[in-house]
C-alpha cells in the first residue's frame, strides 16, 4: 500500500530551506502588467533602468572587437582579477577624482556589485549578524541580506528640501551584532549624495562603534550639476568598502564587471584583503575577455555618460514644465542617478495607483513602497527612457492624477 504524497507546503519545508522561501506567485502589479501585455496593450514604461534597452547610441563594433584578444585563450585565475583589469579601474580613478590613487592590490573584481555585496556580507558577518541600510533604497539589499542569512536593519533618510541621513536614528538602531553601515551615493531612487559633514558623522559613528562602511558609488558619476563628487575609495578613517561596476559607468551592464575597493587604516584593510582575496578565490567568477577588455570598456563611459546626463536633463525639464501645468503633484529634490520621485495626493494604497495607472493609461511607474518609502503617496519614474516615450508617458501620468486638465487618456485619446 502506497502512503499518500505530502501536501507540496510540506514538501517545501522539508526540503528547502528557509532563506529560499519566498512569494513566488506574481503580485497584483505584475499580474496587471502580464495581462495587458497578453491582449496585446502596448505598455508606456516609465520603470525602464536598462540602458541597453533606451536607444542609446554605442559604439558596437570598439566594443565587440574590444572582447576578440588571442590572450583569452590562456586561463590565468587571479582572485582578485587580472592586474590589466585592476590598473584600468585605479587609471579611471586617476581621471576621474583628480588624479586620486587606487592601489590596484586594494581592489577585487567582480561580476557585479551584487555578488561584491555577497562578498563583503560574507566577509563580515555570522548568520544573524546585523547591517545597517538606508530606507528608502535600493530594493535588492532584501534578496542580497537573505542569501547570506545577514538581517538588514533599515535607517531612515529624510526629506526636507533634500534628502538627509536621519544620523541620531543610526545610534538608536546599532546593536551588538551590526556589523556595518551601507549608504549609496548618491542613493536610488531619492538620488541624494552623502554631504562632506554626514561623511564626518557616518565615520565618527563606524569609529565609534567599531562598524565599516559599505558604500555603493555605482551612479557617483550621474551629478545633474555635473559637479564631481568625492569618492569613498579615499576614505581612510574608518575600513571602507567601495562598490561601483561598468553597468552604471559605462552603461553597459550585460559585461558584467564591477570591483570592490578596501580602504581605511592599514591594520583593518590588510586582514580584509586577505580574507576577500579566499573568498573570491572559491569562485573565480570573472571571465577573462572581459577583464582584458576592461580598458576599453570603460573608455566608453566618454560616449555613453554625456549622452544619459543629456537624457536625464531633457527629461526632467519636460517633467518639470508637465507638473508646473498639472500643479498637483509635485517632484522631490534630486541631485544624481536616473530616477526623479514623485509626491502624488494619497487616494489608496500606492500599489492600487500604480495598478489603476497601467490599466488606465498604459504607463509603467514604481509605487514608492517598492523602495520602502515611509508612506503612501510617491511614485518613482525612471528618466533614462526615450525623451518621446518618456513625454507621453508622463502628459498620460499627469492628465490621469489630475483629470480636470486632462487632455489624453487611453480611453480618451
Ligand atoms: C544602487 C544600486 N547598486 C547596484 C546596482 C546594480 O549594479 P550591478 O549591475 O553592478 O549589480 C543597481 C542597479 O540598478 C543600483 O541601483
Given at each position: 500500500?502506497?502512503?499518500?504524497?505530502?501536501?507540496s507546503s510540506?514538501?517545501s519545508?522539508?526540503?528547502?530551506?528557509?532563506?529560499s522561501h519566498w512569494k513566488l506567485n506574481p503580485n497584483p502589479f505584475t499580474q496587471a502588467q502580464e495581462q495587458l501585455r497578453a491582449a496585446g496593450q502596448p505598455i508606456l514604461d516609465l520603470t525602464v533602468s536598462?540602458?541597453?534597452?533606451?536607444?542609446?547610441?554605442?559604439?558596437?563594433?570598439?566594443?565587440?572587437?574590444?572582447?576578440?584578444?588571442?590572450?583569452?585563450?590562456?586561463?590565468?585565475?587571479?582572485?582578485?582579477?587580472?592586474?590589466?583589469?585592476?590598473?584600468?579601474?585605479?587609471?579611471?580613478?586617476?581621471?576621474?577624482?583628480?588624479?586620486?590613487?587606487?592601489?590596484?592590490?586594494?581592489?577585487?573584481?567582480?561580476?557585479?556589485?551584487?555578488?561584491?555585496?555577497?562578498?563583503?556580507?560574507?566577509?563580515?558577518?555570522?548568520?544573524?549578524?546585523?547591517?545597517?541600510?538606508?530606507r528608502p533604497?535600493y530594493p535588492l539589499?532584501e534578496f542580497?541580506?537573505d542569501?547570506?542569512?545577514?538581517?538588514?536593519?533599515?535607517?531612515?533618510?529624510?526629506?526636507?528640501?533634500?534628502?538627509?541621513?536621519?544620523?541620531?536614528?543610526?545610534?538608536?538602531?546599532?546593536?551588538?551584532?551590526?556589523?556595518?553601515?551601507?549608504?549609496?551615493?548618491?542613493?536610488?531612487p531619492?538620488?541624494?549624495?552623502?554631504?562632506?559633514?554626514?561623511?564626518?558623522?557616518?565615520?565618527?559613528?563606524?569609529?565609534?562603534?567599531?562598524?565599516?562602511?559599505?558604500?555603493?558609488?555605482?551612479?557617483?558619476?550621474?551629478?545633474?550639476?555635473?559637479?564631481?563628487?568625492?569618492?569613498?575609495?579615499?576614505?581612510?578613517?574608518?575600513?571602507?568598502?567601495?562598490?561601483?561596476?561598468?553597468?552604471?559607468?559605462?552603461?553597459?551592464?550585460?559585461?558584467?564587471?564591477?570591483?570592490?575597493?578596501?580602504?581605511?587604516?592599514?591594520?583593518?584593510?590588510?586582514?580584509?584583503?586577505?580574507?576577500?582575496?579566499?573568498?573570491?578565490?572559491?569562485?573565480?567568477?570573472?571571465?577573462?575577455?572581459?577583464?582584458?577588455?576592461?580598458?576599453?570598456?570603460?573608455?566608453?563611459?566618454?560616449?555613453?555618460?554625456?549622452?544619459?546626463?543629456?537624457?536625464?536633463?531633457?527629461?526632467?525639464?519636460?517633467?518639470?514644465?508637465?507638473?508646473?501645468?498639472?500643479?498637483?503633484?509635485?517632484?522631490?529634490?534630486?541631485?544624481?542617478?536616473?530616477y526623479?520621485v514623485l509626491?502624488v495626493p494619497v487616494t489608496q494604497s500606492d500599489e492600487q495607483l500604480v495598478i489603476d495607472i497601467v490599466r488606465k493609461t498604459g504607463v509603467l511607474v514604481h509605487p514608492g513602497h517598492f523602495y520602502e518609502f515611509p508612506s503612501d503617496g510617491f511614485l518613482v519614474l525612471s528618466?533614462?527612457?526615450?525623451?518621446?516615450?518618456?513625454?507621453?508617458g508622463?502628459?498620460r501620468l499627469?492628465?490621469y492624477l489630475?483629470?480636470?486638465?486632462?487632455?489624453?487618456s487611453l480611453n480618451?485619446?
Amino acid at each position: 500500500m502506497s502512503a499518500a504524497a505530502p501536501p507540496s507546503s510540506i514538501i517545501s519545508v522539508r526540503m528547502f530551506s528557509q532563506r529560499s522561501h519566498w512569494k513566488l506567485n506574481p503580485n497584483p502589479f505584475t499580474q496587471a502588467q502580464e495581462q495587458l501585455r497578453a491582449a496585446g496593450q502596448p505598455i508606456l514604461d516609465l520603470t525602464v533602468s536598462n540602458p541597453t534597452c533606451v536607444d542609446l547610441h554605442y559604439e558596437a563594433e570598439i566594443i565587440l572587437q574590444a572582447l576578440v584578444s588571442p590572450e583569452a585563450m590562456r586561463y590565468n585565475p587571479q582572485p582578485k582579477g587580472l592586474l590589466r583589469a585592476r590598473q584600468a579601474v585605479s587609471d579611471y580613478y586617476r581621471k576621474q577624482h583628480d588624479e586620486f590613487d587606487v592601489d590596484p592590490e586594494s581592489m577585487i573584481l567582480t561580476t557585479s556589485t551584487s555578488e561584491g555585496y555577497s562578498y563583503i556580507f560574507r566577509l563580515l558577518c555570522n548568520p544573524q549578524d546585523e547591517i545597517l541600510v538606508p530606507r528608502p533604497s535600493y530594493p535588492l539589499f532584501e534578496f542580497l541580506a537573505d542569501l547570506e542569512d545577514v538581517k538588514l536593519v533599515p535607517y531612515p533618510l529624510l526629506y526636507d528640501h533634500g534628502w538627509q541621513i536621519d544620523v541620531p536614528s543610526l545610534y538608536q538602531k546599532v546593536s551588538h551584532r551590526t556589523r556595518a553601515v551601507v549608504v549609496v551615493h548618491p542613493n536610488n531612487p531619492t538620488g541624494s549624495f552623502v554631504s562632506d559633514s554626514e561623511r564626518t558623522q557616518l565615520n565618527h559613528f563606524c569609529r565609534e562603534y567599531q562598524l565599516s562602511l559599505i558604500v555603493d558609488e555605482v551612479f557617483l558619476t550621474y551629478a545633474l550639476d555635473g559637479a564631481s563628487r568625492p569618492t569613498f575609495a579615499a576614505n581612510r578613517e574608518v575600513l571602507t568598502f567601495t562598490l561601483s561596476g561598468l553597468s552604471k559607468i559605462s552603461a553597459l551592464p550585460q559585461m558584467k564587471l564591477a570591483w570592490l575597493i578596501t580602504s581605511g587604516p592599514a591594520d583593518r584593510t590588510r586582514p580584509a584583503l586577505d580574507r576577500l582575496e579566499v573568498i573570491a578565490d572559491t569562485y573565480l567568477s570573472l571571465n577573462a575577455p572581459i577583464q582584458l577588455a576592461a580598458p576599453v570598456l570603460l573608455d566608453q563611459r566618454h560616449n555613453l555618460q554625456p549622452l544619459l546626463l543629456d537624457r536625464i536633463r531633457t527629461n526632467l525639464e519636460q517633467l518639470d514644465r508637465a507638473l508646473a501645468r498639472a500643479g498637483v503633484c509635485r517632484r522631490l529634490a534630486l541631485e544624481g542617478g536616473w530616477y526623479a520621485v514623485l509626491r502624488v495626493p494619497v487616494t489608496q494604497s500606492d500599489e492600487q495607483l500604480v495598478i489603476d495607472i497601467v490599466r488606465k493609461t498604459g504607463v509603467l511607474v514604481h509605487p514608492g513602497h517598492f523602495y520602502e518609502f515611509p508612506s503612501d503617496g510617491f511614485l518613482v519614474l525612471s528618466l533614462i527612457p526615450p525623451p518621446a516615450t518618456f513625454h507621453q508617458g508622463i502628459t498620460r501620468l499627469l492628465d490621469y492624477l489630475t483629470p480636470e486638465a486632462g487632455t489624453t487618456s487611453l480611453n480618451n485619446p
